[in-house]
């Protein structure tokens, strides 16, 4: 069974801050790994899909790493803005279902002006 | 504009009565899927269809129904057989099973 861990639960920073929210999943037979974005009581935004077969993405001041054979993501953002809090959300396309989608419960970004 | 909608945005449900909410998506995609939200946790699968006419059961599938009649419609029925139905429930779409997959905005379901 797959299990999607994310640490930490909660995190909060001062605006411009670097900082690196962390992933980690149990089976490591994975299509590809996402990262959302939630807001309070809305949906969820896409923000990166990394394959299985790649390293990282990149998109503006955000990059993911994607290291498989230990079971681990992570979802660097640079330069932290307060537009950026959020709870962020990642989770794996398993192979063994399917392609279904195992998500973490997700870090709360809190970032101060 | 293209996306997915969700509705009703509120939904009140009274003991023992179905409920049906509505996802709607005009991206063209064959996959849908159904995830329930609860407070402080990451979603988990309620059902998905990959293609019309036919779905699969998630990890939480006991006490909902769906339907695949159409490849833009996917609506979900909370039946009176799930015992705690209050959460946040979520529609998502993607064009395959292995590609991006895109939300609706949700539905919030509370029992009166």
């Known amino acids: 069974k797959q299990e999607v861990t994310q640490i930490p639960a909660a995190l909060s920073v001062p605006e411009g801050e670097n900082l690196v929210l962390n992933c980690s999943f149990t089976?490591?037979?994975?299509?590809?790994l996402q990262w959302f974005r939630q807001d309070p009581g809305k949906g969820l935004t896409s923000l990166l899909l990394i394959q299985s077969s790649q390293r990282e993405q990149t998109s503006g001041r955000l990059n993911a790493s994607l290291d498989k054979s230990s079971g681990r993501s992570t979802l660097y953002i640079a330069a932290s803005q307060p537009g950026d809090s959020a709870t962020y959300l990642c989770?794996?396309?398993?192979?063994?279902?399917?392609?279904?989608?195992?998500f973490g419960e997700g870090t709360q970004l809190t970032v101060n002006p | 504009d293209g996306g997915i909608t969700q509705s009703p945005k509120y939904l009140f449900r009274k003991e023992g009565q179905n409920v049906t909410l509505s996802c709607e998506q005009n991206?063209?995609?064959?996959?849908m899927y159904w995830y329930r939200q609860d407070p402080g946790q990451g979603l988990r699968l309620i059902y998905y269809?990959?293609?019309?006419?036919?779905?699969q059961k998630g990890d939480i599938a006991e006490g909902y129904s769906v339907s695949r009649e159409k490849k833009e419609s996917f609506p979900l029925t909370v039946t009176s057989a799930q015992k705690n139905p209050t959460a946040f429930y979520l529609c998502a779409s993607a064009k395959t099973p292995q590609e991006t997959q895109y939300f609706g905005p949700g539905t919030r379901l509370l029992v009166l």
């Open positions: 989770a794996v396309a398993r192979k063994t279902s399917g392609s279904r989608l195992t």
């Open positions: 089976d490591s037979a994975i299509y590809n």
């Open positions: 269809s990959q293609i019309v006419n036919d779905f």
């Open positions: 991206l063209n995609h064959d996959a």
